[in-house]
């Protein structure tokens, strides 16, 4: 099974940006969807993107205008672009295919002044 190691993240005031990444170990040229996740502190791990094969993508409303996930198949990576970031958007990053295969440890995302 493909293993997904996620890097970009750190510290970031609000309104900043970071771009997250998701390299995965293996081809993710057949996997339909590939998504990012996050998990807040105390929280439950809640899905915000997905990307389709040919790049297509959907987002949950809580991060809609703000992210912008894509994929490379020819480097099998997910990216992800946080811009016009906000203190809830604080959280563990984590990115996956769909349906869910092994997590990796995910990446910190923490916005604050």
């Known amino acids: 099974q493909v293993q997904l190691v996620e890097s970009g993240g750190g510290l970031v005031q609000p309104g900043g940006s970071l771009k997250l990444s998701c390299a995965a170990s293996?081809?993710?040229?057949?996997?339909?969807?590939m998504a990012w996740y996050r998990q807040a502190p105390g929280k439950q791990r809640e899905w915000i993107a997905r990307v389709d094969r040919g790049g297509g993508p959907l987002y949950a409303d809580s991060v809609k205008g703000r992210f912008t996930i894509s994929r490379d198949n020819a480097k099998n990576t997910i990216y992800l672009q946080m811009n016009r970031l906000k203190p809830e958007d604080t959280a563990v990053y984590y990115c996956n295919r769909i349906p869910s295969g092994n997590w990796g440890q995910g990446t910190q995302v923490t916005v604050s002044s």
């Open positions: 293996g081809s993710i040229l057949s996997i339909n969807y």
